[in-house]
């Protein structure tokens, strides 16, 4: 998963920019936190909705997209 962040979304959610306030590289994968889980479920509705990654930046490939969605 960490790649993957790399590569598409810590440009925007990463350690030089926090667009809305969004940084994925310090967010865990620890579940059992609800606030965890609640942000990683938003990031991954978001990514099937087709609202991220956004316009003029490359799509995640379907594989990816299917993993996350798991």
Same mark, same amino acid.
Request: with cysteine; net charge negative; hydrophobic share 35%.
């Given at each position: 998963m960490v790649p993957l962040l790399q590569?598409?979304?810590y440009a925007?959610?990463?350690p030089d920019e926090q667009s809305d306030e969004l940084r994925l590289d310090?967010?865990?994968a620890d579940f059992a936190l609800r606030e965890?889980?609640?942000?990683?479920?938003?990031?991954r509705d978001k990514i099937n909705r087709g *609202?991220? /990654?956004p316009a003029g *930046?490359? /799509?995640l490939p379907s *594989?990816?997209?299917q993993s996350?969605?798991?």
């Amino acid at each position: 998963m960490v790649p993957l962040l790399q590569q598409h979304c810590y440009a925007c959610h990463g350690p030089d920019e926090q667009s809305d306030e969004l940084r994925l590289d310090r967010l865990t994968a620890d579940f059992a936190l609800r606030e965890n889980a609640a942000t990683w479920v938003e990031v991954r509705d978001k990514i099937n909705r087709g *609202e991220m /990654p956004p316009a003029g *930046e490359p /799509p995640l490939p379907s *594989e990816q997209i299917q993993s996350i969605s798991r």
